[in-house]
Each structure stands twice: as C-alpha cells, then as structure tokens.
C-alpha cells in the first residue's frame, strides 16, 4: 500500500470519528434537557381557593361548656377553614406563597329551666328548696362559637414527577387567632334594644351618665348593667402558627390546577395570653395548644 492510500484512509476515519462525537453530544445534549424537565414551569404561579381541614385535638374552654348545658361534640370535626391561597417560583426550585382563611363552628341549647325561692341567698338549688318549672313561652338560648383565623406565607422545595404532575415540601408560617364566645340571650331583641345604654340615663347636654340606686346604696353603691336580651363574652388571642406539609401539583388544564396538601397544625396561646371582649387580659388563663391533622385543597388558576 502506497502513502496516498493511507492518506486517504486516515482521513476517512477522522470523518467517521468526528460524525460519532457529534452524534454523541447531540444525544447527550437531548438526554440532559429530558431530565431536566420542566424548568420552565418553575417560573409561573397560581391564585385559587383553598379550604383547610383541621382535625384538631382539642378546642380552648371546650370542657367548661357542660356547665352551661351544651355539648363540645356538636362542633364540627374536623374544623373547615375556608380561604384563599396563591404561589409563585423564586429560584430554581423554590417555591413561596401565601394563605389566609378563617374558619368557625358553633353548638347551641335552649335549656329547661326551674324556678326556686333562694331561701339563704346562695344562688345555688338546694335540697328541700321550693322549687317550680318554668312554663313561659319565653326560654334562655345558650350558644358557643369558635372561630379560628389564620395569615400565614408558605415556603418549599419543588421536585418534578411527570410532564404536568410535581411533589413539593415546605411549611405554612404566620399568625393565627383563636377565639370562643358564649352568648346567653334571655329573649327576642328589639332593635332600639341593642343600641339602648344599660348603665343608666345619659344627658345628652352635659353627657353625663345618671345611674338610679336606693336610698340604702347612695353612699356606697355597686354599679351594675339594667336588664339585658343577651350577654355575650369572648374569649380570644393570637398565637404563632407553623405547619409543615407535603404537598401534589397536578396541572390538568393549561391554565388550571388541583393542588392537594397534607400536613400537621401546631399553634400554642400561651399562659396569660388570652383576653375577655379583647381588652381585658385574663392572668389565669391556661396554656392551649391548636394541633392536629391538616388536609388542603387548592383549585388553582395559574402555571
């Protein structure tokens, strides 16, 4: 073989070598994108409603409704919080966003109510105490409502399944507030009833408060509300709110989503921290946690 034939040869085979690389690196370059699939989509959001349910351990001043005749079991288990939810891409896989929602559950009881004379002005039903039912059409209703609000901002981690389907993990972070109120209504109220002053006859001229008492209180007197169609007290305070969850993504619609969380709600008042009408701080007041079970759905508009 003479030198031109291995000339000849030698240049063949580098075309064939430099076909292969090509053909390699094309390959690799397509096999690279496919994984890395879909890094477009980290740069969109979504905006929808969003219900939570909280199956929580237990509700605050829950036990002591039995004193007043009703029923902590009549509240809805697990509690439904409707609200609102959105999200949006950050960097590479990070996700943040934001939830606000409140929710609330009440129980209620129009109680059988006896008469008796208070011979030692206890204030309390003792035995061989005369004693009657109560026969009016007119009865006391008692009820409780609990409502829970919560603000929180949410951050996660974003890790792609298929074309349109992701699995995330993150956590819900913010404030919330809890609150319990007792209404004892006595009656049917009249409207210029609930605007009506309790405490007396007001002068409108010097805007004076003319409080009526007898001749035996004038000196030292106990100032105390007339009679009322209902007295309402609330209890309530804020409290700092985490929830860790894990979370499925699944963009069925180009413009539509379903987004589905589950997770855990923890949330503590602490000692002291809750307050009678919203003012009044009530010192004795115990440590109350709002924990349990979360499942969140999100229909979603967005990417």
């Known amino acids: 073989m003479d030198l031109k034939s291995i000339n000849c040869i030698m240049k ?50 829950a036990s002591y409704l039995t004193n007043l005749g009703l029923n902590p079991n009549n509240f809805d288990d697990p509690l439904v919080i409707h609200g609102g939810e959105g999200f949006a891409h950050v960097t590479g896989r990070w996700r943040i966003g934001g939830y606000a929602g409140m929710g609330r559950t009440s129980t209620s009881t129009i109680p059988e109510v006896m008469i008796f004379i208070d011979a030692n002005s206890s204030g309390t039903w003792e035995e061989g105490e005369t004693v009657k039912a109560y026969d009016d059409f007119i009865n006391p209703s008692i009820s409780a409502n609990f409502t829970f609000l919560l603000g929180a901002a949410s951050v996660e981690y974003v890790m792609p399944l298929l074309q349109d389907l992701e699995l995330s993990a ?20 009249k409207w210029s009833q609930v605007f009506s002053n309790v405490y007396g006859t007001l002068d409108s001229t010097s805007g004076a408060l003319y409080y009526g008492v007898s ?43 379903l987004r589905i969380s589950v997770g855990f709600n923890k949330g503590t008042v602490s000692a002291g921290s809750w307050k009678l009408n919203g003012k009044t701080a009530i010192a004795d007041s115990p440590t109350s946690a709002l924990a349990g079970a979360a499942f969140r759905t999100m229909i979603y508009v967005g990417l």
């Open 12 to 61: 063949s085979s580098h075309k064939i070598i430099k076909t292969i690389i090509i053909c390699c690196s094309l390959n690799f370059s397509i096999s690279f994108g496919q994984f890395s699939y879909p890094a477009e989509d980290f740069l969109g959001g979504g905006i929808g409603y969003s219900p939570m349910y909280i199956k929580l351990d237990s509700l605050p001043g």
């Open 170 to 189: 993150g956590a819900l972070m913010g404030l919330g507030r809890a609150g319990m109120a007792i209404n004892q209504t006595s009656s049917n109220p």
């Open 215 to 257: 001749a035996e209180e004038y000196d030292n007197p106990d100032i105390r509300p007339g009679p009322v169609p209902g007295l309402l007290r609330d209890v309530s305070s804020a409290f700092f709110n985490f929830q860790p969850y894990v979370a499925v993504k699944w963009q069925f619609l180009e413009r539509l989503g």
